[in-house]
């Protein structure tokens, strides 16, 4: 499957816990964007990365959140301090850069449950 | 982005089709309307997208008002797998575009 992956897919953890997630674009896709979706709400935008570069934060991302792309390739999402608030589904995307459209390809996402 | 509004909730009959509207008034000329589903517990998935003219692929069609102020989703024989959260997004086609969702219609596929 050459689909957007993500791990793990699901994470219980205690208040106060560093969590960490990974996302594995699509191959050639050199955007990748993670989201945030809570129960019963659309997908809300937290950050977008162009190969290594993160060019974009949502006012969403705490300080508490960080994001990485180091290579270009897969990203990583990390949690410090997790809260109760925290908890919620984190989706990843990629998409092109080179092209006329930028069709943005969901993962499964990674469930996050702060207890 | 503009700004869509969504049904919160439709129910459809398997078999028949399912036709989700959505109104954007705000939409600007170089905007195209985006369609993406999600089934429970899954990412949300692209379906089709489309400027002024209407659009079929081999998931949906899509019928956009002349004025361009509000479409339609037409999924022509609804399947049990179809039941999820359909969304509808205006945007700008190309380039970097996070994607704004709004809260989308629940549609429930009844056998």
């Known amino acids: 499957d050459t689909g957007v992956s993500q791990n793990p897919r699901h994470k219980i953890t205690k208040r106060g816990q560093n969590v960490t997630f990974r996302c594995d674009p699509i191959?050639?896709?050199?955007?990748l964007y993670w989201y945030r979706q809570t129960l019963g709400q659309g997908p809300e935008f937290l950050t977008y990365?162009?190969?290594?570069?993160?060019?974009?934060k949502s006012r969403l991302l705490s300080d508490r959140f960080s994001a990485e792309r180091p290579k270009g390739s897969f990203s990583t999402l990390e949690i410090q301090r997790t809260e109760q608030g925290d908890s919620a589904m984190y989706l990843c995307a990629s998409s092109q850069l080179a092209g006329d459209d930028n069709e943005q390809f969901f993962g499964p996402g990674t469930r996050l449950t702060v207890l | 982005d503009a700004k869509t509004t969504q049904p919160p909730s439709m129910d459809c009959a398997e078999g028949r089709a399912a036709n989700l509207p959505c109104n954007h008034s705000t939409i600007s000329g170089n905007e195209y309307v985006y369609w993406y589903r999600q089934i429970h517990s899954q990412g949300p998935q692209y379906i089709i997208h489309?400027?002024?003219n209407n659009e079929t692929n081999e998931m949906a069609s899509l019928i956009i008002t002349e004025d361009r102020k509000s479409s339609t989703l037409i999924l022509p024989h609804a399947t049990l797998r179809d039941t999820a959260v359909y969304y509808c997004?205006?945007?700008?086609?190309?380039?970097?575009?996070?994607?704004?969702f709004g809260i989308g219609t629940k549609l429930q596929v009844i056998p």
């Open positions: 489309g400027l002024k």
């Open positions: 997004i205006v945007r700008v086609y190309g380039g970097y575009q996070k994607v704004t």
């Open positions: 191959s050639e896709h050199n955007r």
């Open positions: 990365f162009q190969n290594e570069a993160q060019l974009e």
